[in-house]
């Protein structure tokens, strides 16, 4: 069974920082594209970054230059985010493709306020 674990959500003021990790356990091989994805209530998900097997990586305009995607071994992925804004609230999903299949994470709450 395939399972991703996501930590490093929670409360940060706006202009910090948090660092969320996804590591996936299982049976899971062949490893593509691993990425981050974030969704609020009454709203599609929406994509955050990936980052292929060979490490090219993408980002939604809305986070460029402020998040950092990396792929720390071949079963995880990290997120670095700084200067958040209110709007980067928002539950984020670990998602990643293997061997013709997809899975997600449960999910982690990310809540930037004052």
């Known amino acids: 069974q395939v399972q991703l674990v996501e930590s490093g959500g929670g409360l940060v003021q706006p202009g910090g920082s948090l660092r969320l990790s996804c590591a996936a356990s299982?049976?899971?091989?062949?490893?593509?594209?691993m990425g981050w994805y974030r969704q609020v209530p009454g709203k599609q998900r929406e994509l955050v970054a990936t980052?292929?097997?060979?490490?090219?990586v993408n980002y939604a305009d809305a986070v460029k230059g402020r998040f950092t995607i990396s792929r720390d071994t071949t079963k995880k992925v990290s997120l670095q985010m700084n200067s958040l804004k209110p709007e980067d609230t928002a539950v984020y999903y670990c998602?990643?493709?293997?061997?013709?299949?997809?899975?997600w994470g449960q999910g982690t709450q990310v809540t930037v306020s004052s």
């Open positions: 299982g049976n899971i091989f062949n490893i593509g594209v």
């Open positions: 980052v292929t097997s060979g490490g090219t």
């Open positions: 998602h990643v493709a293997y061997s013709s299949r997809a899975t």
